[in-house]
């Protein structure tokens, strides 16, 4: 079989594996009663990440038959038997809803076992020289993106489509970036996060979303995005891939991080959960969940396609394109939360 078509085969077994499970996971799912933080106002079904799970698994199981030269399962066991970890984190806080400071702590176990399992990224690259950093400062800060990542994907899933759509983006782009730079393995679990994310959007990337990932769903997805990307460092040898990794998602990321700073200079408690994110804000000014789904997705979109780009004129061997980026997102943050309600 060729490549080519084992490929296409893979990601229509994880669009249609999770399309399937996700649709089931709507009837009997876990319900989302809106509060206060909410941006919906009646009850959602949630764990829609079930299906994506779903996709993710019975690609995995199908890979050794459709692709038998890569070495993707054996090589990679540990990662994603932590993903499947993470997955059962989640989809019990669904249905329990563990105290916050119980979750944070496993996640930070499950990102040191991941990045022990897989390498830290422990070279910045910082023009024709790099920064070659101690083991322990790049094993906190590899912990610390899968950390941050994971759970910056997991506060974005409140609104109709958008986790879903960026995430889809970015993962696309991540495949793209695998192949150019040499990393098959990594660019095929990519290909496979891609396609299980899309079988999830028919579902809420909709005017009135019918059910939300929930947090099997959106933990999954972040930790699997961001052990990708040190996955992909260490496949290809390729440290600008350290800069391409937050770039992708820096949408989602200035979000975040910039909302907790704010909260911090505010003197508000910076781990308590809220509903004062940029998006949430944007919806209760008046604009509709599918205005910002498209909006942050076409600034992904570009994102992705200025990194490809990038790599292919040597731009990502210096911070400096994610320094600049991140200067242009953040007074774009400034001017919209001075006009917008907190």
């Known amino acids: 079989m060729g490549g080519g078509i084992a490929l296409l085969i893979l990601v229509g077994l994880a669009f249609f594996a999770s399309l399937a499970f996700t649709g089931f996971m709507r009837q ?18 949630t764990s829609g990440g079930v299906g994506i799970l779903a996709g ?6 199908a890979l050794p038959y459709l692709l038998p030269e890569l070495t993707t399962v054996r090589e990679t066991a540990p990662f994603l038997s932590l993903i ?33 399992v897989i390498g830290p990224a422990d070279l910045l690259p910082t023009g024709k020289a790099g920064l070659q950093l101690p083991f322990s400062l790049a094993f906190i800060g ?17 609104s109709n489509g958008l986790m879903g759509v960026v995430m889809a983006i970015a993962s696309f782009a991540l495949v793209g970036i695998g192949f150019a730079v040499g990393a098959a393995t990594t660019s095929v679990l990519a290909l496979i996060l891609f396609g299980s994310i899309l079988g999830f959007l028919p579902y809420n990337f909709r005017p009135k979303a019918q059910l939300f990932c929930g947090d099997v769903g959106s933990l999954t997805i972040g930790f699997t995005y961001a052990g990708l990307v040190l996955s992909m460092i260490q496949e290809a040898d390729s440290a600008a ?13 200035a979000d975040v991080l910039l909302t907790l700073l704010r909260r911090a200079v505010k003197g508000e408690p910076v781990l308590l959960a809220h509903n004062t994110h940029l998006y949430q804000r944007l919806i209760r000014s008046g604009r509709s969940h599918m205005q910002i789904a498209w909006v942050y997705g076409f600034v992904t979109l570009v994102l992705g396609n200025l990194v490809l780009i990038a790599l292919t004129k040597g731009w990502m061997s210096s911070p400096w394109l994610l320094i600049a980026l991140s200067l242009v997102l953040t007074g774009l943050y400034a001017v919209l939360s001075k006009k917008l309600p907190n």
């Open 28 to 45: 009997v799912g876990v319900s989302d009663v809106p509060n206060k933080r909410s941006a919906h106002s009646a009850p959602i079904p």
């Open 56 to 61: 993710l698994g019975m690609c995995l199981l």
């Open 84 to 116: 499947f970890a993470v997955a059962v984190l989640g989809l019990t806080d669904d249905i329990f809803l563990l105290k916050s400071g119980m979750k944070m702590f496993l996640l930070v176990i499950m990102a040191g076992l991941a990045v022990w």
């Open 142 to 158: 590899s912990v610390l993106w899968l950390f941050t990542v994971t759970n910056g994907v997991n506060f974005m899933d409140g």
């Open 241 to 253: 891939i350290i800069y391409a990794g937050p770039l992708l998602i820096l949408p989602f990321l």
